[in-house]
């Protein structure tokens, strides 16, 4: 039973589409992120929700809106998509005592 | 503000040897550290943590102590395997209240030969 799971895997898409990508975690875990991990292997914080609101937003282009029904689920929305967002987009609960990541989805904007 | 500085890679060794891959950090507080290891194709699995000085996280026969003196946190692992292939991330989580969050090193590769 995968803890945070996020779909989709892959995702080629056009410049200037728009698309979502969404995560779930069944952990009971109040805090959800969403972090970038560029062709460089670089990880970095975009945002953080705790229970449904807006806690980190860390200088995201406003192309990126983070949307949270649930404190289980945190889905990432990406319009206009340019060729600098191709990146693995890695989707994480937890907290200070230990963070669990999902597997990744690998945008490759064309 | 936090920052991770880790060794850069990519680190190749032969199976058997013995590894270390050095983390320091800076940060303000007291923070939680963390290595994760990112297998080819894979996502984040955390390896280890630690979460107050002095504490020895472990885990796969892979070690960090958490030096407050030194701001470090290096891996260790007496003798490596070949499926210790993979990239390995250090991380310290600011434990400031409203801004949990985890900032990561850069990564080393390591690739063990048999």
């Known amino acids: 039973d995968t803890a945070v799971s996020q779909t989709p895997k892959y995702l080629v898409t056009q410049m200037g589409n728009d698309k979502s990508i969404k995560c779930e975690q069944n952990l009971g875990h109040d805090t959800m992120y969403w972090y970038k991990q560029d062709s460089k292997k670089f990880l970095k914080i975009m945002f953080s929700y705790n229970n449904k609101e807006l806690i980190i937003n860390e200088t995201v282009p406003n192309r990126f809106s983070p949307k949270s029904p649930d404190k289980a689920h945190l889905n990432l929305h990406i319009n206009s998509l340019e060729l600098g967002d191709s990146a693995v987009y890695f989707c994480?609960?937890?907290?200070?005592?230990?963070?669990?990541f999902g597997s990744g989805t690998r945008l490759t904007v064309v | 503000g936090n920052s991770v500085t880790q060794m850069e890679g990519p680190v190749t060794l032969s199976e058997e040897a013995f590894l270390t891959i050095n983390c320091t950090y800076t940060?303000?507080?007291?923070?939680?550290l963390f290595w994760y290891v990112q297998y080819p194709g894979e996502g984040l699995q955390l390896l280890l943590k630690a979460t107050k000085a002095d504490d020895k996280g472990s885990n796969k026969g892979f070690e960090a102590t958490y030096r407050k003196e030194t701001t470090s946190f290096h891996l260790e692992k007496g003798s490596v395997q070949v499926s210790d292939s993979a990239v390995y991330f250090c991380a310290l989580s600011d434990q400031t209240v409203g801004n949990e969050k985890l900032t990561f090193g850069t990564g080393t590769r390591l690739t063990i030969i048999p």
């Open positions: 940060a303000t507080g007291y923070p939680s």
């Open positions: 994480a609960s937890g907290s200070n005592y230990g963070y669990t």
